[in-house]
């Protein structure tokens, strides 16, 4: 599903540049759950940003679904965020001013799905995520918990491939943060692939993940080499 070869990300500011993701070489294959972990500024989010079609590297290759993205055009990487990818956030990301039923349809919207249709399945996610009776109220009225769950089934409007979740328990206590991890275990088990960067070891333990540890802008696979846990994580 992603092959990534020999990646690099620099960036320039003023005439200084500053690496980092320094030769990242990573296969991630069709439905796989995969828990990116490491301290800040160890490259995560950079990593999350190109694999998600946000950004792009500076070197080397990533294939996602067997096209080359460093030859996609602006135009072609916004139909695949739009159709392959859902995303999820920290810090929810959602609209405040509409309700949580138009929050979930917005990636249905533009992707133009008939009202009823996009309607419809905006229900049956809310309800697949425990927040059918919360329809008609505003973001701001719901939990954490909550809006994190709405963010769920918002990434899902477009039946996407791969969810990529950027720290979605951060901001949540642990017992929330569980249930919002079995959702995604759910969602893996419907085949759909899943990556996740987190800080969080004590939680994704219980979960078979596939654990990725990213240090100074490299990626070491936890299934080939020993996992050891510090007090950064």
């Given at each position: ?11 320039r500011?003023g005439d200084?540049?500053?690496?980092v ?9 069709e ?10 500024g ?10 998600g079609c ?15 993205i ?8 916004a139909?695949?965020?739009?159709e ?22 917005m ?33 701001l009225?719901?939990s954490g ?22 720290e ?6 642990p017992?929330?943060s569980?249930?919002i ?10 085949g ?11 939680l ?8 990725l ?6 990626v ?14």
């Amino acid at each position: 599903m992603i092959s990534i070869t020999d990646l690099e990300k620099t960036y320039r500011i003023g005439d200084n540049e500053y690496p980092v993701l320094k030769g990242i070489s990573l296969d991630i294959e069709e439905g796989e759950f995969i828990a990116l972990m490491g301290p800040s500024g160890s490259g995560k989010s950079t990593l999350m940003n190109i694999v998600g079609c946000l950004d792009r590297p500076t070197k080397g290759r990533f294939i996602l679904l067997g096209k080359d993205i460093s030859q996609t055009s602006d135009d072609e990487l916004a139909k695949i965020r739009r159709e392959v990818l859902g995303f999820i956030f920290q810090t929810f990301n959602l609209i405040g001013r509409i309700s949580v039923l138009k929050n979930v349809e917005m990636p249905m919207v533009l992707a133009e799905v008939p009202r009823e249709e996009r309607r419809s399945r905006a229900i049956e996610l809310l309800e697949s995520v425990g927040l059918g009776h919360r329809l008609d109220f505003s973001p701001l009225r719901i939990s954490g918990g909550e809006r994190q769950r709405v963010a769920i089934a918002r990434a899902l409007a477009n039946d996407p491939k791969i969810i990529i979740a950027d720290e979605p328990t951060g901001n949540l206590d642990p017992e929330v943060s569980h249930g919002i991890l079995k959702i995604f275990q759910q969602i893996n088990n419907s085949g759909t692939a899943v990556l996740m960067a987190t800080h969080s070891y004590g939680l994704i333990k219980k979960f078979p993940a596939r654990v990725l540890k990213c240090e100074d802008g490299k990626v070491m696979d936890s299934s080939l080499q020993p996992f050891e846990l510090t007090s950064e994580y």
